[in-house]
Each structure stands twice: as structure tokens, then as C-alpha cells.
């Protein structure tokens, strides 16, 4: 059975910068388009981020400049690089695979000073 799992979630300082990893476990090959989602207090969960086999990357307007994600070859982990964070990222961020439509647990960021 496929699982996916979330780390490299924390508390950090406005400015500072962060990496989530998305590690699978089980069959990769038929895990991707993926996506990094977060949910922040109060709201509904939104799209950060997706990525394809193929390499093609976007991530949402609200994040462009300041978020980028990325895969290892293999396609067992995916990550989530998160520069000059802002208290209004504190959420918590799932990874996703769209093509099986399953969940990580999600790992929370928080921002603040």
C-alpha cells in the first residue's frame, strides 16, 4: 500500500526559510501528478504546489518567488522549499498524489515571532 509522509514542518521567524519532505513508500511509478496542499487555521485546504513525471513544476501566485518544489529522480520524495516565510503561511502542508488521490498526515508550519 502506498503512504505518504510529510516532514521537515516546524517553527520558524518571519524571513526564515523551511523545507518539507514528502517521503513515499511502496510503488512510486504511478504516484505522480503531485501536489502540496496546505490548510490554514480557519480556512479551507488550498493548492501550493504540483509537480509532474515529467518535471514541470507551478506554484500558486500567492507563494510565486518565495516557494519552489522540487523531486528526487526516483521519484520517492518530493519537497517543498519555503523562503522568506510569512506569518500568514503558518498552516498545515499535506503532500498529495493527484493521479491516486491520496493524503499524507500533514506537517504544520508556523510562523511567527
Known amino acids: 500500500q502506498v503512504q505518504l509522509v510529510e516532514s521537515g514542518g516546524g517553527l520558524v521567524q518571519p524571513g526564515g526559510s523551511l523545507r518539507l519532505s514528502c517521503a513515499v513508500s511502496g510503488d512510486s511509478s504511478s504516484l505522480y501528478p503531485m501536489a502540496w496542499h496546505r490548510q490554514r487555521p480557519g480556512a479551507q485546504r488550498e493548492l501550493v504546489a504540483t509537480i509532474t513525471g515529467g518535471g514541470s513544476r507551478k506554484v500558486v501566485n500567492s507563494v510565486k518567488g518565495r516557494f519552489s518544489v522540487s523531486g528526487e529522480n526516483a521519484g520517492n520524495v518530493i519537497y517543498l522549499q519555503m523562503n522568506d516565510l510569512k506569518p500568514e503561511d503558518t498552516a498545515v502542508y499535506y503532500c498529495?498524489?493527484?493521479?491516486?488521490?491520496?493524503w499524507g498526515q500533514g506537517t504544520q508550519v508556523t510562523v511567527s515571532s
Open positions: 498529495k498524489s493527484i493521479q491516486l488521490d491520496i
